[in-house]
């Protein structure tokens, strides 16, 4: 899949997370968006840490991670193409809840988010529905996550083997 | 209402006598069964569809609903592929290969595979919901270039909770796609993290009208698999679902698995999404 | 079981005193006669010897929690209508072999009870609501996918005489499911008590052929028109009635009904109504060994959607509450019996009002559901905002 040839604002058209956004709007964002391969094994972003970039997924996979004493990194959900990496710093301080590993090669769409903050507060119209698609992907991200935490299989799968002959 | 196509005795509360012959331990608590019949005549005459199960008889303890696991054409050796928890299973795990025990079968509804020529293909299991399904599977790659595009999409628990893994290499090889994930990783898992439906999510399909959508595993699950194939423009009627519920005959006469106007043994287990859709929701139905 | 529709004989009359013979010539055609009796205070079914065994005399009283049997002093056969038992307790016993199994050298042998022999049994005195509910179970274990050959041995053997009611109790609502009072057909032989004697009919060969066994007349137009008069008298004293045209989906769509709560908390869930009821077919199978392990039965027993295990599944139970198990009794009774089985579960035979501990009347349940279903029709096309 060759994304060089395309332009950033044809791709961003394209991606789930812009639907809304009128083609000014999106070149605006495109104008602050960089498109980037990643080789499985980079670390995006890392827990803990301040970063200012979010990530559109376009293809490819990522892993989000978080370490725990003595348990070391435990993977918590594997992320694809059209879904969004990174929003602390568009709604929250800043600081990454989770690491992103890169699991299998990568192409994404980083955009700046202090920079879509400042477009936000220009323009609320921009801001509105730019937060409305972040809410839309944090949702989604919850009811997933919630559905892994409900435990569906614990009594499809024992902990462990009974002890029979 | 579904007319048996093979009726093994005149008494439908007459169990046939039979052996386990093989016993595979699939993974923490779930066994798969070979159940041959002793009789080579009933033996031959042996035939089911995908989606139906048999009542495996232990005497003196009870019967247990189990879903066949198999290849339609598995000449008289049945698997069953169960999750060791009540009385009889428990008392089937403990006897092991070689255990006497008591069939009835087959009894419920298929399926649509048989409907499916020219289609594309989706699967969509949970846990050991794959065992239901796997009889589906055995049938496409018996007749591969009859469908479209085949994907499995199978969640579990954790890695060790998937289910016949070692057959997942030869399947991809008939040219089925196939994506699992897992709830919870184990350190060495290198594969997806997350609910199926998310798998789902992501899936491009070649043409929703042209997709037949066929899932099992636990009905929360199974409820969010629906919405995110309605969402990807999946007609209705072209989900179908296996449900469970407490079964005691399993030939509609005893009263328990009703669920709403259904009994699940009878118009069920394998349910098209509009005939169930509007008592899905209601858990204490 | 009863054939269909063989040439109408004209009607005979039986007398009183001859009633006896119809008794006797069952037993010489080799049938155990079934029959009302007193048994601990209510008119029950029993084996009966002769016609002293039947409850001469002896009427009922009945309404929600209720149940007297009142001795009426007169020489009446017939003057009740049904008590706790009905025919299921024959044709679908409360405990019935279903299956053996023996263990062999070589593992197990199955042993079918389709063909074991069963007791030919002679109804006698099957209200009109009885021999509805028995078409109903006939539905239910002959007409699905899976026939009951259990029960088809029994069905096929028993023999049905009919009587035909010449009184209501309050509990009584055939008129309203269509049911009764008259007994119109599915039956052997049927019989309407006079003063005298029994206008007496036949409805099957097995019926023609005992009839011409019996010292009857032929009934004369009087006898015929009394017959006629006592049936009327049943259908006047039917006065509560209940509308159930459009029941099924009232009840199909209604799962979250708040009437429900309001039933919930009188309901005792305590089964009796599923026991008493004629159509209710609720059962459990079971494995009894012997002591050895090596020959066990398999019994099938009666069961109720009452009973909090009834749908227990997987570590919980799916209808944990009373209020669901009610809603799943009535919804499926008057509604999605309609959906398998093409007809209504109910018979209007008044048991379960009668026998229910609290005096829960469906009638009433009915209507309470109809109008909150009205109300909130109307709220939704109003402009009263959000409920």
Not at chain 3, 94 to 108: C, D, H, I, K
Request: glycine share 8%; proline share 5%; hydrophobic share 35%.
């Amino acid at each position: 899949m060759k994304y060089s040839e395309q332009s950033i604002q044809e791709l961003l058209e394209a991606a789930q997370f812009t639907e809304g956004l009128s083609s000014e709007m999106i070149s605006g964002l495109a104008q602050h968006a960089r498109l980037l391969k990643v080789e499985a094994g980079t670390v995006l972003f890392a827990e803990g840490e301040s970063e200012d970039e979010i990530f559109v997924m376009l293809s490819g996979r990522a892993a989000l991670e978080m370490t725990v004493p003595r348990r070391g990194r435990v993977r918590l959900l594997t992320v694809g193409p059209g879904e969004l990496l990174g929003w602390s710093g568009l709604v929250d301080e800043g600081i990454m809840t989770a690491t992103a590993l890169v699991t299998s090669e990568a192409q994404l769409i980083g955009l700046s988010s202090s920079r879509l903050l400042e477009l936000s507060e220009s323009d609320h119209h921009f801001g509105y529905r730019l937060m409305r698609q972040t809410a839309r992907a944090v949702s989604r991200r919850l009811v997933a996550t919630r559905l892994q935490l409900l435990d569906l299989y614990a009594d499809m799968e024992p902990e462990s083997d009974q002890d029979l002959k | 209402m579904i007319r048996p196509s093979v009726q093994l005795t005149h008494d439908p509360w007459l169990a046939v006598p039979a052996h386990v012959t093989e016993v595979i331990r699939e993974s923490p608590g779930v066994m798969t069964y070979e159940i041959t019949l002793d009789d080579p005549q009933t033996h031959q005459r042996f035939r089911f569809e995908p989606g139906q199960f048999n009542m495996l008889y232990m005497p003196g303890i009870g019967e247990a609903a189990i879903s066949i696991s198999g290849p339609t054409d598995c000449d008289g050796r049945i698997p069953h592929t169960i999750r060791t928890a009540g009385n009889v299973t428990r008392s089937l795990a403990e006897a092991g290969e070689g255990a006497a025990l008591g069939l009835r079968g087959p009894f419920g509804s298929r399926w649509p595979i048989a409907d499916c020529t020219g289609r594309d293909l989706v699967l969509v299991a949970g846990g050991i919901g794959l065992a239901p399904l796997r009889p589906v599977i055995y049938e496409i790659v018996r007749h591969r270039d009859h469908y479209g595009s085949v994907t499995l999409l199978y969640g579990a628990r954790s890695p060790s909770g998937l289910l016949y893994t070692q057959e997942h290499a030869a399947w991809r090889s008939e040219g089925i796609t196939i994506c699992t994930t897992v709830d919870r990783a184990e350190s060495d898992w290198e594969g997806n993290v997350g609910v199926v439906t998310l798998l789902l999510d992501r899936l491009r399909l070649n043409d929703p009208n042209n997709t037949t959508l066929m899932m099992c595993g636990p009905e929360v699950m199974m409820w969010y698999t629906v919405q995110s194939a309605l969402r990807k423009s999946i007609k209705e009627s072209d989900l179908w679902l296996s449900l469970e519920r407490n079964m005691n005959c399993g030939i509609g006469l005893c009263g328990h698995c009703q669920f709403g106007a259904q009994f699940v043994c009878r118009d069920g287990p394998v349910f098209r999404f509009d005939q169930v859709a509007s008592i899905l929701r209601t858990d204490d139905l | 079981m009863t054939d269909v529709e063989p040439e109408q004989s004209p009607a005979g009359f039986l007398n009183k005193v001859d009633l006896q013979t119809l008794i006797d010539q069952l037993h010489s055609e080799g049938y155990t006669v079934i029959g009302p009796t007193i048994d601990q205070a209510a008119i029950v079914y029993a084996e009966i010897h002769s016609v002293d065994d039947l409850p001469i005399g002896w009427s009922d009283e009945q309404g929600p929690g209720h149940y007297r049997a009142v001795n009426n002093r007169t020489d009446t056969y017939f003057a009740f209508t049904v008590g706790p038992h009905s025919w299921k307790k024959y044709l679908f016993p409360p405990q019935t072999l279903m299956s053996v199994a023996e263990r062999t050298s070589s593992g197990w042998r199955f042993l079918s009870q389709a063909e074991a022999p069963v007791e030919k049994y002679a109804f006698l005195g099957v209200r009109a609501c009885e021999l509805a509910a028995i078409q109903v179970q006939d539905r239910v274990f002959l007409e699905g996918p899976w026939r009951d050959p259990v029960y088809a041995a029994r069905r096929e053997a028993a023999l049905l005489i009919a009587v035909n009611c010449t009184q209501a109790a309050a509990t009584c609502f055939c008129t309203s499911t269509g049911t009764g009072p008259d007994c119109r057909e599915s039956f052997d032989l049927c019989l309407t008590e006079l003063a005298d004697g029994f206008v007496l009919e036949s409805g099957s060969t097995r019926g023609n052929l005992i009839a011409t066994k019996l010292p009857l007349t032929e009934a004369t137009a009087s006898q015929i028109e009394s017959a006629a008069r006592e049936q009327q008298r049943a259908v006047q004293q039917m006065t509560r009635e209940v509308d159930l045209s459009g029941v099924h989906d009232l009840l199909v769509q209604n799962p979250e009904h708040p009437h429900w709560d309001d039933v919930a908390e009188r309901c005792l869930s305590c089964t009796n109504c599923t026991m008493v009821c004629p159509t209710c077919f609720c059962s459990t199978v079971e494995d009894i060994p012997d002591l050895s392990g090596d020959r066990v039965e398999r019994r099938r027993q009666w069961d109720s959607c009452f009973n909090p295990d009834f749908s227990y599944m997987n570590g919980s139970i799916v209808r944990d509450s009373i209020r669901s198990r009610y809603r799943q009794w009535l919804t499926h009774k008057l509604g999605t019996w309609h959906d398998q089985f093409d007809r209504s579960g109910c018979v209007g035979c008044g048991r379960c009002i009668t026998w229910c501990p609290p005096g829960i009347d469906l009638r009433d349940e009915i209507v309470k559901l109809q109008q909150h279903a009205d109300d909130a029709d109307s709220r939704e096309s109003g402009s009263e905002g959000t409920l």
